[in-house]
Structure formats: C-alpha cells, structure tokens
C-alpha cells in the first residue's frame, strides 16, 4: 500500500517551454501533496504544499508564477514549470500524506527536468 | 521556522560496524521525526520514524532515539550491510494539517567490506 507515482520519470525541454509533471496517489485518497526540488548531492527543498481544492502555500523564495500547482484531486496533484530555463534543471519529487492518517509522507519516485 | 542540521555529511564504516548519525532541530514544536534512506536517483523511502511521546524505537538493525530536551535525535544501524550505503536524511515537522517536514542536510553512508 501507499504508492506514489510520477510522471514522467525524465524530460529534457528546450529553454522557454512549459513542463507539467503529474503526481498520483495510487492505493489511497492524498489530502496533502508536497512538492519538493533537490539538486545533485543535496537536500529535498519543500517548494509547495498543495491541499485538494485549494490553493497551493508556496514556501519563501519560490515564484507562484513560475512553479504552477493544481491538485484537483484527491489522488491527483499536477506541477507545471513555466517558460523553464537550464537554472531549472533538477529531481523534482512529490510526496503525499494520506486523507485521515498521520503524518508519514510517501514520495513518489522523482522527475529528472533537464533544460537545454 | 524549523532548522535541522545532520552530521555527518560522509560516513564510511566498515561491514558488520555500526553507524551512527546524529540530527539536531530548533523548533521545540517538532514532534515528528522521520529518517529517510536514499539510493542514487531514487525516491526517498521511510526507514523509521519516531514520536515525541517516546524516546526510543527500534526496528531490526535499526533504531532511532529522541532527546526532547536537547533537540537532537539519532539513528543507529547495527551490523552494517553493503546495501545500507545510501544517502540518509533525518526530518523534522510539526504534527498537524500542514505536517511539512524539514530535511536535514543528508549523510552519505559507505559501508566497506
């Protein structure tokens, strides 16, 4: 139980084009989706906390603008990087908590963006 | 907000050794503490994670303590195994609707034959 999907694995784009990334609850309803960035040989960096039907709370020094977050579902949390440039090149990973349970995080396996 | 800080960044022990690594937080509201493991390019997997209503828990070869008053917790490996050598991340949150958990820095952990 508790997996988490992402989609796609990989994507190398051209400067100035949009990505969207999909993050999925597969086994279980996810009221809270994170999104989180990590550069090589660092840390996971929290971007977002994305909450079913509501708003995402971006965390300080992250462009609302630029990372756009829809979780329009229960199991279903998007992440679309706009106009992305090489700067933007990381592992993008999602986690999600479980609707009632407590606070353990699933992650999913990641996104590797690469911008040419 | 909450801080983290992991020591140390590079472990290496040999097979069978223990290591141990060591998180300390500021945020005395913290009251969740998990311990992720991470291989090259993979996702994070929970490893143990432990509560501020206990000050120990232990899972095989595993075990995490908590020092409440002093902020700081560990995570023990016992009997070393190739396949432990990882990236390992302690996380801090503070239970409740948001429960954003706050990494630690990572410490690469080799285990040597």
């Known amino acids: 139980g508790a997996v988490v999907s992402q989609h796609p694995s990989r994507v190398i784009c051209k400067s100035g084009t949009s990505v969207k990334i999909e993050c999925r609850s597969l086994d279980f309803q996810a009221t809270t989706m994170f999104w989180y960035r990590q550069f090589p040989k660092q840390s996971l960096m929290l971007m977002a906390t994305s909450n079913e039907g509501s708003k995402a709370t971006y965390e300080q020094g992250v462009e609302k603008d630029k990372f756009l977050i829809n979780h329009a579902s229960l199991t279903l949390s998007t992440l679309t990087v706009t106009s992305a440039h090489p700067e933007d090149s990381s592992f993008y990973i999602c986690?999600?908590?479980?609707?009632?349970?407590?606070?353990?995080?699933?992650f999913g396996p990641g996104t590797r963006l690469l911008v040419l | 907000g909450e801080n983290v800080e992991q020591h140390p960044s590079t472990l290496s022990v040999q097979e069978g050794d223990s290591a141990v690594i060591k998180c300390t937080y500021s945020d005395s509201a913290s009251n969740y503490f998990p311990w992720y493991k991470q291989e090259l390019g993979k996702r994070p997997q929970l490893i143990i994670d432990?509560?501020?209503?206990?000050g120990e828990k232990k899972d095989q070869r595993i075990a995490v303590t908590l020092n409440k008053t002093a902020k700081h917790f560990s995570l023990h490996i016992t009997e070393t195994q190739p396949e432990d050598s990882a990236v390992y991340f302690c996380a801090a949150s503070i239970a409740g609707t948001a429960s954003k958990l706050t990494f630690g820095t990572g410490t690469r952990l080799q285990v040597t034959l």
């Open positions: 432990i509560r501020s209503n206990v």
């Open positions: 986690s999600a908590r479980a609707r009632g349970g407590q606070e353990t995080q699933y």
